[in-house]
């Protein structure tokens, strides 16, 4: 609903970056939650940035939210919960067992939970989907790939797979399988031998999965 609004929170999100001393910024483009954005999408996000930087002057001053009251008490409270957190999985026995547990990802899914429970009740306001809606519904002009694309690539991997030695191929994606079943063992350099074997990426991950398996999440109530 109404993604040219989301040009507007992408401004609010880059320029508190900048105020924050970011030191590496991504704007997203308007319509990334529909699809994959258009290339005026990424233009109009490209020059986000470039205005912050260049017309604002936002970026010419090192920390200029220094000595703000709000936002030193901001950063305490955020050391203060992010304190309370670490303690928690500190007496679960550490990371690991956090996540072995399931701590973590039930963490995330309540936090999903409730952050979409108060958009839903309006106690959080999206602009344009809870209030201040209108009666048109209109994406836009979406980005749609075409079906060539996929014709060509599937035409180019079956070239590939045709004139590459498989023998090769084999060969590394088989040590890749043992390197990885040994804990201590180095992978990435074998990843990069089988890259340059002209081994797929499908192939590499497929090798990693039948020695890890799959994450499934768990449900609960």
Known sequence: QQPDNNIVRVTIQALSAVLGGTQSLHTNSKDEALALPTQKSVEIALRTQQIIAYESGAADTVDPLAGSY???WLTDEIERRADEYIAKIDELGGALRAVEEGFVQREIQDAAYRAQRAVEKGDDVVVGVNRFQTD???EGE?????ESVRINQVAALAKLRAERDNDAVQEILGR???AASEPQAPIMPLIVEAVEAYATLGEICDTLRGVFGEYTPENWV
Do not use: F, K, S
Request: charge should be negative.
């Open 70 to 72: 709000y936002v030193e």
């Open 176 to 178: 890749i399988g043992q």
């Open 142 to 146: 979406l980005l749609r790939v075409d």
């Open 136 to 138: 048109e519904h209109n």
